[in-house]
């Protein structure tokens, strides 16, 4: 629409004076070609030459000012293009964010999976007759734990509450389990993980999700594990960000103090 005036604009005020000098000369030319004085009649418009250059002066004013007029057009152009190519940008952001939280959310609910299949897949047997399936091994491995804190009691009130004692105990209990929860410690720490490199997520949301599917012995395991070597470096330090130990059973635990090896924010 704006281009269309433009365009008549630029047209119509050229035709006007072009058809308006062809008019009159055409008009002057059948009134005085008869006429025996139209030389001097002809000497009477030699003011009209300095009109005709007036307005060609301002036939160039008024092209100038035409073409100022398309430029401040064109700027509105451009300024529309590129407000158009600002929005057509936030979409595709908006439109890949989408796309990673989609990709991550697969991931993390595949990593979950596995990781219940690896939880329901753990068994502890006598004799080759299951005794504990599943969930039900952690309460296993934890009443084993106590009694290897029991069998290796410290011997002073002071080495009791150390980190060192709990490695040695841990350990001793650890070599004899490693099979069982070495694997299941690595899926659970490679989730955690998996949400903390992450962007663009509620990644408390998702460590909740985490929290939520396990039960109080395998949170007072995953405990002693990150106070251990098996732990401490990298696991122990999500649990902290991501107050994993929330619902903690702290009653449950080998001594009240152990719970101050922890930072406060791996409880709330």
Not at 62 to 88: D, H, M, P, V
Not at 207 to 220: I, M, P
Request: hydrophobic share 40%; charged share 20%; proline share 3%.
């Amino acid at each position: 629409m704006i281009e269309n005036k433009s365009q008549r604009i630029g047209w119509r005020a050229p035709t006007i004076t072009i058809a308006g000098v062809l008019f009159a000369w055409v008009l002057c030319w059948y009134l005085l070609s008869s006429n025996p004085e139209r030389g001097t009649f002809g000497d009477m418009f030699g003011a009209v030459n300095s009109l005709f250059s007036g307005l060609a002066f301002a036939g160039v004013i008024f092209a100038i000012l035409l073409q100022k007029y398309e430029l401040s057009l064109q700027r509105q152009e451009l300024t529309l293009t590129r407000n158009e190519l600002k929005g057509q940008k936030e979409q595709l952001e908006l439109q890949t964010a989408v796309l990673e939280k989609q990709n991550f959310e697969n991931t993390f609910f595949q990593l979950l999976r596995l990781h219940n299949e690896i939880t329901g897949d753990i068994d502890l047997r006598v004799s080759g007759t299951p005794t504990a399936v599943g969930r039900d091994c952690f309460q296993v491995f934890y009443d084993r734990l106590k009694k290897d804190w029991g069998r290796m009691k410290p011997t002073s009130e002071l080495l009791g509450k150390s980190p060192e004692h709990i490695e040695t105990v841990y350990i001793h209990f650890y070599k004899a389990h490693q099979a069982e929860v070495g694997h299941y410690f690595r899926s659970l720490y490679n989730i955690i993980k998996l949400v903390d490199v992450s962007t663009g997520i509620d990644k408390r949301l998702y460590s909740n999700l985490v929290r939520a599917q396990l039960s109080s012995y395998e949170l007072l395991l995953l405990f002693y594990n990150c106070l251990s070597s098996m732990g401490a470096e990298k696991f122990k330090p999500l649990i902290e960000k991501y107050a994993l130990l929330k619902t903690l059973p702290e009653e449950y635990l080998m001594r009240e103090e152990h719970a101050s090896l922890y930072q406060s924010s791996a409880y709330r």
